[in-house]
């Protein structure tokens, strides 16, 4: 009887292939700084260099490895270059990288305790480690009236906030009869889109999320934000929730939490802390003033695919009350009936966001706090932050260059003082020439650069080389 013939890769060649795929990664690693950081690709040009149609038999395993090198590479933005001084970083580490492997090659989905154990009782567990280690209040600990998730993104995250403080203020009625266009979110001019995009997708609607002033410094001013629920609530509609943030994208504000806490106490209103990148920093001791009130929150989250260097995607999510989540969130259909949830004993994360599904994260998460330590994580989280200081004591010794926004930690916002063209152009230059890549803003009108120093293998020098090309590129463009 001839033997049947299988598609798939023998354990043999799992094992050849995974060592060339680890051996690629580190090579990737040691030579990142040698390519250009921002993608030089044209629009469509990765398409029209892949085939028609796909291969009608498998190809060797090094053909596939050879097309990464030749074909995907090119457009490719090195997210994990040392120059990368884009957006906010979405950093990597070995471990981390590690832990995602072991991850996939468990392929557990865990949506159920009971379709794994591990994958649920390892991600309590690591979440609750984390609410020690950035000084969350105990509410927030599982063994208490709260608990921790781990989302995809914040964006998820503010969505499920905003779900639960919909129904909270509904007493659970919108879930089943609908929005009636009364229910009111706040946030302030800075906030994150990711609140404009879940008030839409929550049933809020756009016009209903209100965007607060701010102050000099960016922040929400609670007094604007306490006038206008009082304005809502005299038009008879019902405010829902407030979105406070820690280190807003554009400038890094500080929002007030203990101010906007009082008002949200006042008014009986969800408040949400997204804290999506600066929260890594509340890993210090030093730097958790910026969260002061905190304790008041009902809700918190923040990245550690941004800035603790585990790789994308990995979005840790508190509340204080999960009764109120999992009102919100749960629906159990026949086919996922079981005794442990049937006993209300185990945690079913299922119940816990939008998604049934969910792969193993909390490993790279738990690789990385073992690998680093707290003190490791601590000691990368201090450096950058002092390179960004030394970044911006640069920019206010240099007569051609000026602040436009206060520097709590690693984002500094500067400017020319030539104006929007010049550093629209400074800023096309040196993202055209491969050294660093850099994104702009706009804070008070003006068209603000940004520098954002967190990748994990940003160094002193990758910081004082690009202040120098910030520097060369505004004397060339003087010169022209």
């Not at 201090?382 to 200081?389: D, F, G, M, N, S």
Request: charged share 20%; aromatic share 8%; net charge negative.
């Amino acid at each position: 009887m001839s033997q049947e013939k299988s598609f798939h890769m023998t354990p043999d060649e799992f094992r050849r292939c995974g060592h060339a795929v680890i051996d690629w990664i580190a090579d990737y690693q040691s030579r990142v700084e040698s390519f250009p950081v921002l993608s030089p690709a044209k629009p469509g040009e990765v398409r029209a260099s892949l085939p028609e149609h796909p291969p009608g038999q498998g190809e060797p395993f090094a053909a596939l490895m050879k097309d990464v090198e030749n074909l995907i590479l090119p457009g490719v933005t090195h997210w994990q270059s040392p120059n990368f001084f884009a957006y906010f970083p979405c950093n990597a580490s070995g471990p981390a990288i590690l832990g995602d492997l072991v991850c996939s090659g468990l392929g557990v989905q865990g949506m159920l305790w009971s379709t794994s154990p591990a994958c649920t009782e390892l991600e309590t567990h690591v979440l609750d480690w984390l609410v020690g280690m950035l000084g969350l209040p105990e509410k927030f600990l599982s063994s208490s009236t709260g608990g921790g998730v781990i989302q995809d993104t914040a964006s998820s995250a503010v969505l499920c906030a905003l779900l639960a403080a919909r129904e909270r203020s509904t007493n659970y009625l919108s879930n089943e009869k609908g929005c009636d266009g009364r229910i009111v979110a706040y946030a302030s001019t800075q906030t994150h889109s990711s609140l404009q995009k879940a008030s839409m997708i929550a049933g809020i609607g756009g016009s209903n999320l209100r965007l607060i002033e701010v102050d000099k410094n960016f922040a929400m001013r609670p007094e604007a934000l306490a006038g206008q629920i009082a304005a809502d609530k005299r038009a008879g509609l019902t405010p829902s929730l407030v979105c406070a943030t820690v280190g807003t994208t554009s400038s890094n504000a500080m929002d007030p939490i203990g101010e906007i806490a009082q008002v949200c106490r006042e008014h009986n209103l969800w408040l949400h802390v997204d804290a999506a990148m600066s929260g890594s920093a509340m890993l210090c001791p030093e730097f958790r003033h910026f969260q002061k009130g905190v304790e008041f929150a009902d809700s918190y989250n923040f990245n550690p695919h941004k800035w603790m260097f585990t790789n994308f995607d990995c979005s840790c999510f508190w509340v204080a009350e999960r009764r109120a989540l999992l009102q919100t969130l749960s629906i159990l259909p026949e086919y996922l009936k079981n005794r442990a949830t049937e006993s209300g004993s185990v945690i079913d994360y299922r119940d816990w966001h939008i998604q049934l599904g969910r792969r193993f994260r909390s490993l790279k998460l738990w690789f990385v706090i073992r690998h680093y330590g707290v003190e490791g994580l601590q000691h990368h989280i201090r450096e950058h932050v002092r390179l960004a200081q030394q970044f911006a004591e640069w920019v206010r010794s240099d007569e051609s260059f000026e602040l436009a926004a206060p520097v709590p930690l690693n984002l500094v916002c500067f400017r020319h003082k030539d104006g929007d063209q010049v550093n629209q152009s400074i800023m096309d230059g040196l993202n055209r020439s491969g050294d660093l890549f850099l994104t702009h803003t706009r804070l008070g009108g003006e068209l603000t650069l940004r520098v954002c120093v967190g990748q994990t293998h940003t160094r002193e020098q990758h910081v004082e080389k690009a202040w120098q090309r910030i520097r060369q590129e505004a004397q060339r463009l003087a010169v022209v």
